[in-house]
Every structure is written in C-alpha cells, then in structure tokens.
C-alpha cells in the first residue's frame, strides 16, 4: 500500500502584540498611544498653567516623571531606563539654565497713591516758577531733579553700566522700573511695574504706608534697599542704595550730593553717576 505522506504546510505562527495592564485593565498598543499622548499633554498643561510660574524645578521633574512613565509602559525595560535618565538629565540642564521661578508680589490697588505733601524747595525750582505742566512729573533724586513726561520711559538713575531705576507715566499712573544690583553684579530685586521680582535668593521685603503713599524695599536685615515717596500728583522723591558690578555701592539719600554728579535739573533724562 502506497503510504502517502502529507506535506509540510507551513502554519502561520500568529505573534501576540504587546499590551500592559495598568490599574488591573489591560491596555493594548493602541490604548497606549492614546495613554502616552494624553499623559504628556495633561502634564504639559499643568506645568505652564499652574506649576511654571510657581516653581521651574518641580514643573521640569513632573515632564520627566510623565514622559518616564509613557516609556516604562511601552518599551523594553533598558530602553525605558535609559529614556528617563535622559529626561531628568535634560531638564536638569534646563533647569540650570532658566533658574528658579521669579516670584511676584502683586498688589491689589495702585501701588503708589499721591499724597499731599508739598514740593520741597529743589534744584529745578528756578526753571519750572509757573509749575509743571499737567504732563509732567519731577522726581528728586539727593540734590538732583528728572523732569519726567508723560507717555514717554524716562531713565531716572544709572550707575556705571548699570540702568537703575526708570519711570513711565500713561493714563493708568506710573510705572516705577528697578534693578537693584550688588557690587558682584548679581540682581537682589527688580521692580518691574510697580511689581516686586525676588530673584537670586536674597531675601527682601516691601512695606508701604497705610495710605499708599510711600513704599520701601528692605533687604533681611531691615536696611533699606529703595524708598519711593509720592509727595504730590506731580512730585516724587526717589533714595536707595544702588550698585553695579565693580562699582562700590551709591547712596542715595534725600537733599543730599550724591558722590561723583553734580547736582542739576535734568530734563527726560537720569541722574548718570560715573
């Protein structure tokens, strides 16, 4: 009997694709494309609505923990390794690259109100005896005066290389502008708007008058950094301690010669010490 032998059919050999369970439901690779978008797209959210302006550390580790957790989901374990070390290393660079968060100190009126305190005899008496048009202002800097004008960014105080202080003045009020360096040229503050800007992690603190109208930084130890009186709608007296980087401190201090300027009247443009 002739003995009849099948032949060999090749059978197809079906190969299960991946998937992962995650909370005890299984998720196949499909769902996972849809996990790992929504995943980065949800912390992305958070970062840059809520936790970005708060803290750059924190909202840089959260993208790494989602974007470590999409990989440890989704490819072989070296692979996933390998992948998060890169995040974390990555937003660490980044981290040290952008710096801390800045924070704001917001007030929830005008940050400087007028008083009524008269304009002190000064140095730009003589040339304003009629008084100060409507859209001007005079700010007192030591025995020094800055005609500021209105709708214009006018610069108040530089030290060496070093812009200090600035005014602008629209229809909303003015806009003071700081930068209140050391001599190693590291920022302590900025005053950006009126707004306190904390930076390099030097501690200061604002205080204002019940009435708003005056307002003092302060560094930790209570030594005063920046005062800004509003005497009057069109006067403002401006003192501090300021520096740049190689410049030893300058004291500015009310009525009083500040060191290396002769004293004068100075129409839209600062008060510029050497």
Partial sequence: MDQFSQPDVATPSYRRKRSVRLFGVRIGPRRQVLYAALTIILSLFVNFVFLWPVNHFWALMLISVAISSVLFSDTPRRTAIAGSAAAFAISLALYFLVGPAVHVERVNRKWLVPMNAATPPNICTPHIKGGLPPDMKLVLLGDSGVLVHA???????????????????????????????????QLIFRLANNQLQLSGGRAVYQERTREHGSAAINSENGDELLRVTYLNPQTLRLRGTFACKGHAPVRIEDNKPVAGVTGSCLDGHGVAVP
Avoid: M, R
Avoid at 165 to 172: F, I, K, P, R, T
């Fill in 151 to 185: 709708a214009q960014n006018t610069p108040l105080l530089s030290v060496a290389t070093c812009n200090a202080a600035s005014l602008y003045e629209n229809d909303a009020g003015i806009l003071l502008n700081v930068d209140d360096t050391g001599d190693d040229g």
